[in-house]
């Protein structure tokens, strides 16, 4: 029989004592040399299985593009849940007919002030609580509805002499800016009456409210006053300041149902 290479296998003989020995004989076994042991060899690395081949670069970045696209989806799923709530911030609102109306006074012969009101007030205000600088204001008056309480001075007012109905039958308030003041609003908007449009400023009281109205919906109030130029619009031009004043005083209240 031949020898075997004493470099390639060892005996380490260990000795093991039990405690529960009725001698103090040792027994013997056989073991594996621990490391530093004469002969021993060292840890070798381990290899990656033969069945899992390095990543080529084209297979990294087809794992770069899926985990890039599902970051992105992630984000469309964020910002899809963030939109609902950011509408959800705003609110439209229109004017309840039978309760809002725009009043005038006019300084007549100069001597006291004519009163009157057009009704069937249209449109819509967007309103957002949360930031009253984004809400929005655009208003439409029926001005052939003027009441002034005199039917043949209505005729007059509704005529060529005044507001011409014919061919100016609305009029319309679009805001450019919406701001807190003092105790209310300062709405910025452009004014079209009698074909001519101008830029008005509206001093606003309000919002009152919200509360549930006769059609159960939720319903705001706002009063907002101003004072135009009759003739910076071309209405009744033939008439002097000392016949008809020029400054006109509006005051506007809405009561506005929630949509």
Known sequence: MRAKDPSRFQIFVATITSPRASNST????????????????????????????????????????????????????????????????????????????????????????????????????????????KSTVDVTIDVSSVDSGVSTRDADLKSTNFFDVAQFPTATFVSTSVAKSAGGLTVDGNLTLHGVTKPVVLQVDGPTGPIAGMDHKPHMGFSATTTISRTAFGIAAKYPANIVGDNVKLTIDLDVAKQ
């Open 26 to 133: 040792g027994a013997i076994r056989l073991c594996a040399a621990p490391a530093g042991f004469p002969g021993s060899r060292a840890p070798q690395p381990r290899k990656s299985p033969w069945h899992l081949p390095a990543i080529s670069s084209g297979l990294a970045a087809h794992i770069e593009r899926i985990s890039l696209m599902k970051r992105l989806a992630l984000l469309s799923g964020i910002l899809a849940l963030a939109a609902p709530l950011a509408l959800a911030q705003t609110s439209t609102w229109v004017p309840d007919k039978a309760h809002s109306e725009v009043d005038f006074a006019i300084l007549h012969m100069s001597l006291s002030n004519i009163r009157g009101h057009f009704g069937n007030i249209g449109g819509k205000i967007v309103y957002d609580k949360a930031d009253i600088a």
